[in-house]
C-alpha cells in the first residue's frame, strides 16, 4: 500500500470516563434523593507489547443482563463474560479449540451453579 505518508500513531492513550445517577422518593416525601456515582478507566500503551491498566471505581455492572435459563441438571451453566473490565485484550489468554465456542479458559469469574463438591455456588 502506498500514499498513507504523514499519519502518526498518537500517545495510545485511552481513557474511557463514566457516570451514574439514582434518583428516587420515598413514599410521602417531597425532596428526591440522588445518588451519584462516576470512575474511569484509563490505558497507556508504553510498547507494542505492554500496556498499563489504572481503573478508578470501577463498574462491574455495565452489561446487558443475561437471557433467562433454565438448567435442571447438576451442572453449571456456562455465561460467557461480557464486561468490558474483564474483556479488555482476554484473546491473549484463549487457547485450545476455537470457533464459536472458548477453548480452554484459565479464569472464570462468572459460573452459576455447584461446585465441584456439589455445594450451590451463590450468586
Given amino acids: 500500500m502506498t500514499g498513507f505518508g504523514g499519519l502518526r ?3 495510545g492513550l485511552d481513557v474511557r470516563p ?14 428526591h434523593d440522588l445518588d451519584l456515582d462516576a470512575g474511569l478507566d484509563a ?7 505492554t500496556k498499563l491498566s489504572l481503573s478508578v471505581n470501577t463498574d462491574f455492572a455495565e452489561t446487558e443482563v443475561d437471557g433467562r435459563r433454565v438448567d435442571l441438571t447438576r451442572f453449571p451453566l456456562f455465561f460467557p463474560e461480557k464486561r ?3 474483556l479488555e485484550d482476554s484473546g491473549h489468554f484463549q487457547f485450545g479449540p476455537g470457533g464459536h465456542e472458548p477453548g480452554i479458559l484459565p479464569f472464570f469469574s462468572r459460573r452459576i451453579g455447584l461446585d465441584a463438591e456439589g455445594n450451590e455456588v451463590p450468586l
Avoid at 18 to 31: E, H, K, Q
Avoid at 43 to 49: A, S
Fill in 9 to 11: 500513531q498518537g500517545h
Fill in 84 to 86: 468490558g473490565f474483564f
Fill in 18 to 31: 463514566f457516570a451514574v445517577a439514582d434518583a428516587s422518593r420515598p413514599d410521602g416525601a417531597r425532596d
Fill in 43 to 49: 490505558f497507556l500503551r508504553l510498547t507494542p507489547e
